[in-house]
């Protein structure tokens, strides 16, 4: 039902070309980020806005998630105040969690905000934790619609291929890579990277494959420690003057620190450093790719409101915009790339 929204006809495009298809008309939509911030959120906040104004629809940002809902902070949204906003890093609206969100006082302080501003719709920008929010606030309070944006950089969620702002925090963690390699060669050292995904690993088996990394560990395998052990001195052997080991924060041993000083107790064939990268992952100007997906994202998320849809998420399957239910996005994952998974151990030889 969006096909002329996002692949309009050849034909001269008429003003009314752009309007969504409505079942039943919406006056008002919120808009807000929740979570940890993610690059494109201000690019998608951008595209929510304008498709709320070409529908003619009174928009609103929520500022500060969850936690301004419940203390009303709301504020009006016209074109130009996402304006020259695209190229920016976080979020204009903030982010923050709140535990007082998830108690009954709270949605009903929520909830009773949502009804002094006349709100119809809910586009939800965020992960994990604001999509269970969601899904329990709709079960509340099933008059008022959400639809769900998956801003993150962990690219955690079921459902979709990418998550928006997963692009831009692995090509910085590609750029640190390539720098930190010159420095590991000039000096023969063992660098352990250590990036963001507790309970993922997407950003560090890209980012090996990327990278050139000689292995990678992950909060989804179990680290064999003889194994990397041998594959280090065989990089040795081969005459490698670095070696670079990049590993997901929740790595079940602790963390780069920790495996790092397990090694130099059996291995001294290197010198080993340790870097974490830390919320340098999280901030800079997103992407093409994460302006785009933000802008795809964006507008269909406005289309699916407005169509009746709730209580989905928008994702992206194989470059083509998707709907799945909240409670499948949130209460399952797509497993680790196994195939990615074999062509790093494959290229670390």
Known sequence: MFLRILHPPKKRLKKTDYISPTIE????IAVFTSGGDAPGMNACIRAVVRTCLVNKIQVYGVMRGYQGMIEGEFKPM???SVSNIIQRGGTILKAARSKEFMTPEGMDKAYKNLQDHQIDGIVAIGGDGTFKGAEEFTARFPDIKIVGIPGTIDNDLAGTDFTLGFDTALNTVVSAVDKIK???????????????????????????????????LLPEKETNLDDLVAKLELGKAHNKSSSIVIVAEGEKNGGAQ????????????????????????R?????????ILAARFGVTAVDTLLAGGNKVMIGIRNNEVCLTELCKATKQHDPLDEKLFRIANILSY
Request: glycine residues 10%.
């Open 78 to 80: 016209t074109s130009r």
């Open 25 to 28: 008309k919406m006056k008002r």
């Open 283 to 291: 901030g800079g100007s997103p992407t093409v790719f994460d302006r």
């Open 258 to 281: 920790n495996i790092a000083n397990q090694l130099k107790e059996r291995i001294d064939e290197y010198e080993t450093k340790v870097t974490v990268l830390g919320h340098i992952q």
């Open 182 to 216: 010159d420095t590991a060669a000039s000096h023969d050292r063992c660098f352990f990277i250590e990036v963001m995904g507790r309970d993922s690993g997407c950003i560090a088996l890209w980012a090996a494959v990327a990278g050139g990394a000689e292995s990678v």
